[in-house]
Every structure is written in C-alpha cells, then in structure tokens.
C-alpha cells in the first residue's frame, strides 16, 4: 500500500490509495511504514486542533471587539505592546453593518441641515481648525449635534465664495433664481425652509417702487404743466408714509437675516444679479428724502443726509467698479446683465439728492461716474460680447432696466445745472426710444410667474414719467403733456397691480417666498459619466482612418511600451 500524505490539515479530508498485490518480503516494510503515518497522522492532528482552538479564542475576541464597536460607533484595536492602554481610532468605512447608523443619521441630518447658512458657522469653522484631540464619542457627538458642519456636504464648504460663472452655469431664468435639473443643491428642494433663508435681497424692489411713487405724485402736484389736474399733495404724503413703513418692515428683517443667516447674504452677495441689488436700499432712502412731503421735509435738506445715503453707494462704487475694472472672474463682460443698471443708477440719484442739499459740485462728480460706466454696462449689454455669459433669450421686465438709467441721467443733468437742456433731453429721448422698443412688443412678457423681484422694474417707467414731466416744463405742447401723463397712468397702473398681486400672494395663496435654491447650489459641479454613445463615436472614428495610419500608430504605441519595459 502507497499512501501520499501531507502535514496540512488537509491531509485529513483526502486520502489517495493504490491497491495491489503485496509480495512476502514487503511484509515487514508495511508495517514500519504503518507505525510511521501513524504517528505522522497523530501529529497532524494536534496540530490541527491547536489551530481551530487558537482561532477559536481570536475569534472570541473579535467578537468581543465588534460588539464594543456596534454600540459606540467605533472599533477599537488592542495591540500587544509595552502600553497596554494604547487605543487607536479607526475610520468607518460605511460598508459595515455597524456604520449603518452613523451613515443613515447623516442622511436624515443633511436632509435638514439649515445651520449651515447660520452665522455661527463661521465661529464653528476657526474651532475646528484649532489643534485640539477628541476622541471618538465626542467626535460622534459631534456630528449628531451638527452633522452639516462636521461632514460639510461631501468636501463642500458653504463658507467659500462660489464664482460668478458658477451661477450662470447651474442658474436659469432672467433672474438666475430656478436651479437646472441637472444640479445638487446643499438643502432639500421638497421642504419647506425657514422663512428668513426665503427673504432674498430683491425684496427691496417694493420700496422702489413705492418710493418712487411718492416722487411722481409730488411732481404732478407741483408741476406747472399739470396743475390743470388739480392733485392733491396728500396722495404723496399717503404714499410717502407707505414706502417708509415697507422699507422700515422690510429693512429689519433683512437686518435679522443678516444676524441670523450670514452665510446666505454671503451667498446672494456673490450672486451676480442680487449683488446689485444691495444698491437698492440706500437707493430707496435717497427717493424718500427727495420725495418728502413739503409739510414734513424743507425745500433744502441738511448735507449730512446726502453723507449718510451716499457713503455706502460709494463704497460699494469702489467695490463693484473695481471688480469691473480689474478683471478676473467678476470682470464686466462675465458678469453683465440688465440689473448692472442698478448699479449706475445710485449715482444718478445720488446727484439729484446732492443738487437738492446744495452740493452741486459732488453732483456733478457723480454725474460724471454714473454716466462713464453706464456706457460700459450699455455696450457690453447690448453687442453681448463671445466672451461674456450668454443672457436668457427670452424678453422679461428685467429689461426695463434700460430706460431706468438714462432717465435718472436726463433728471440729474437737469437738477445739477438747473435747467432741461440739451444733454438732459438727449437722455430723456434714448430712455424714451428704448421704452417704446419694450412696449411694442409686450406678448414677450407673458408666462413668467409672479416674483418679488419684478417690484425692481416699476421705478424704471416712474423715472421715466418724471423725466416727460420734466421735459413738458421745458418744452410745454399738447403733445409733450400728453406723453407725460400717458406715462403717468401706466406707471402708476402698474405699480397698483403689483401691489395688490404681492397682498395676495403674501396673505391668501402664501406663494410669496418659495424656497430660495439660487443660494443653496455648490460651488462644484458633480462630474458626469461619459457616455457610451462618445465610445461608439470613437470606434467609428477610429475604422476611418487609413491602414497606412493604424500601422504607423500600432508602431509607435508598440516602441512605447518597449521603452517603458526597458527602463522598469
């Protein structure tokens, strides 16, 4: 008898024998051969209960180990060394059953993390970078007590500024406020968030629109070319009194927005449309000074109102200018869109309100940058150029923006030097032609839905009326008072529709503030996988090409790997 054997434990499973005829003098031989895979066997065998009983007891710990795990949320590793108490922290990976609470508490704490726009996390921020040693269950800890901050969205930081581009490549709409289909955001889309985080900046636009109002109603008033309607001056005075309480109302919870949710105003700072409507505020107090009933406000104001409202204009002048002026990713022709008009136009106003306290010359100053950079913005909007970002195609009230600016210049030329004279009127008329090009083709302005933005668009025809009020003083006719108080009306309308469509939508349908998603995008985009139909394209590409040039390729891909062999 032969017999194969094998000190592995495998020897004990399969056994390989030869049976044949066994010859009187092997006789011995075998049984010195048995007694020898005897003890062979004996041997293998403790060996092999050794093993099983040794990997038994690991086990046993493991186990042990692993429990500790489950109920901690992580694992830790006893290492046989000269400090027995040495403990090491190990990361979880997700893939086992014990990291599946922590992965599934994550979920559910992103789905409602809007601590992340808070502003104490610019504080949370400088304390994680602090050199400081935690350990592990107050790591946990943690994160269940913020979640978004500790984990920061899959390495998105909130706090960065994201650039310009990125808006206008994850944005759509006229007003870069609805996300494409195709993006992330850092908040949930499908619930409701809280009400501060849907306050955006172009809540603003209401006083606009009704400071301006209280301008209009005043020049109407104490016009010569239309006192033959006999208005009263208490219309200005209602509406006056109304713009200041919209703007205190909407000026405070803006001002707690800012203390509560800093990292969002952050956000709709960099956005390069809401970006000018920071101007707007400052802009709307400039209106309420120079719209100020006789019976409460002097003919001539102190020049320190003209200071106060002014200086935050200029620094953000110096700001938004340089941006402009300097290049880089804010440069104009990247970031030009119709609200840059608002911009320009706190200069315009700013002259007007400096004429009114006395300053002519600042007036004039202002005139001057107002009017340089308006032509900048004008050109660059109008050619559109290659380089800058496509603009929505479709015709929206944003585009009333157009006349907003030469009509201020028209009334400010004309409040610094003290008459309507030619400049003024060469204003006037480019802001009337171009007021007339939106009209005629007023079927574009259909099937947007209601926002508070388009408040922004009504003092643009307001200036405008106030600016053919002005230009029938200098040039009375039938015609010219016509055209005044044509616009008037419609400026007015206008201002009344929105009025009473913004009540309803606040306090019946509660449609007024949806979710702001423009603030919430990332500031990197997820990459996309390729597609297969660019594979097939490339195999098609590849058949066209010459035999003579798949040879001369096959070469050179073959000497290349010869060389790469060569120097491994």
């Given amino acids: 008898m032969d017999t194969k054997s094998n000190n592995s434990p495998s020897f004990l499973e399969t056994h390989f024998v030869d049976i044949h005829e066994i010859l009187p003098e092997e006789e011995d031989e075998e049984a010195e051969g048995e007694e020898e895979i005897a003890s062979n066997v004996e041997n293998a065998e403790n060996r092999f209960h050794g093993l099983v009983k040794t990997r038994e007891g690991k086990r046993a710990r493991r186990n042990f180990s692993r429990q500790v795990s489950l109920e901690t949320g992580f694992s830790v590793l006893r290492k046989e060394s000269k400090t027995k108490d040495q403990r090491e922290l190990l990361r979880r990976s997700g893939t086992s059953f014990g990291d599946y609470g922590s992965t599934r508490h994550f979920v559910e704490g992103r789905k409602a993390d809007f601590n992340?726009?808070?502003?104490?996390?610019?504080?949370?921020?400088?304390?994680?970078?602090?050199?400081?040693?935690?350990?592990?269950?107050?790591?946990?800890?943690?994160?269940?007590?913020?979640p978004g901050e500790g984990l920061q969205h899959d390495g998105e930081s909130v706090n960065e500024s994201v650039p310009a581009?990125?808006?206008?490549?994850?944005?759509?709409?006229?007003?870069?406020?609805?996300?494409?289909?195709?993006?992330?955001?850092?908040?949930?889309?499908?619930?409701?968030?809280?009400?501060?985080?849907?306050?955006?900046?172009?809540?603003?636009?209401?006083c606009l629109g009704l400071s301006s109002q209280a301008i209009l109603w005043r020049a109407l008033s104490s016009s010569p070319s239309t006192k033959f309607l006999h208005v009263t001056p208490f219309i200005n005075f209602v509406l006056w009194l109304l713009a200041v309480g919209v703007l205190v109302a909407?000026?405070?919870?803006?001002?707690?927005?800012c203390a509560l949710y800093f990292e969002a105003v952050k956000r709709e700072y960099f956005h390069p449309v809401r970006v000018n409507f920071f101007f707007a505020p400052w802009v709307v107090c400039m209106f309420l000074a120079i719209g100020a009933p006789p019976r409460i406000a002097p003919e001539t104001l102190h020049p320190a109102i003209w200071c106060v409202f002014m200086a935050p204009i200029l620094f953000l002048d110096l700001k938004i200018y340089g941006q402009w002026l300097s290049?880089?990713?804010?440069?104009?022709?990247?970031?030009?869109?119709p609200s840059s008009h608002l911009s320009v136009v706190g200069n315009f106003v700013g002259a007007i309100l400096a004429a009114k306290v006395g300053w002519k010359e600042a007036g004039k100053f202002l005139w001057s940058i107002g009017f340089a950079h308006y032509l900048v913005v004008f050109v660059t909007l109008y050619q559109r150029l290659p380089t800058s970002e496509a603009l929505p195609k479709e015709l929206h009230p944003v585009y009333s923006m157009f006349i907003a600016t030469p009509a201020a210049a028209s009334l400010a030329w004309g409040a610094v030097y003290g008459e309507f004279d030619g400049l003024a009127r060469t204003c006037y008329f480019i802001a009337l032609f171009l007021y007339t090009s939106l009209v005629v083709r007023i079927n574009f302005f259909r099937g947007f839905r209601f926002s508070v933005a388009w408040w922004s668009y009504t003092f643009p025809m307001t200036t405008v009326s106030i600016a053919s009020i002005k230009y029938s003083e200098a040039a009375p006719s039938a015609v010219s008072k016509g055209l005044a108080l044509t616009l008037s009306f419609m400026s007015s309308a206008m201002v009344s529709i929105l009025f009473v469509s913004t009540l309803l939508h606040a306090f019946v349908w509660r449609t007024l503030f949806p979710n702001d998603l423009a603030i919430a995008i990332k500031k990197r985009r997820l990459a996309k996988e390729k597609?297969?139909?660019?594979?097939?394209?490339?195999?098609?590409?590849?058949?066209?090409?010459?035999?003579?040039?798949?040879?001369?390729?096959?070469r050179k891909h073959n000497s290349g790997n010869k060389g790469s062999d060569g120097e491994n």
């Fill in 250 to 257: 909407i000026s405070v919870t803006y001002a707690l927005k």
């Fill in 165 to 206: 581009g990125r808006y206008f490549a994850a944005l759509r709409g006229p007003e870069l406020d609805q996300v494409k289909d195709s993006e992330d955001i850092l908040l949930p889309k499908d619930e409701k968030w809280p009400f501060l985080l849907r306050f955006p900046i172009g809540c603003f636009g209401i």
């Fill in 531 to 554: 597609k297969p139909m660019k594979k097939s394209c490339d195999i098609k590409r590849w058949t066209k090409q010459s035999p003579l040039s798949l040879v001369s390729t096959t």
């Fill in 116 to 146: 992340i726009f808070r502003t104490k996390s610019a504080l949370s921020r400088q304390n994680s970078a602090l050199p400081q040693r935690e350990s592990g269950v107050d790591h946990i800890q943690k994160n269940q007590d913020a």
């Fill in 327 to 337: 290049g880089g990713k804010r440069r104009l022709c990247k970031v030009a869109n």
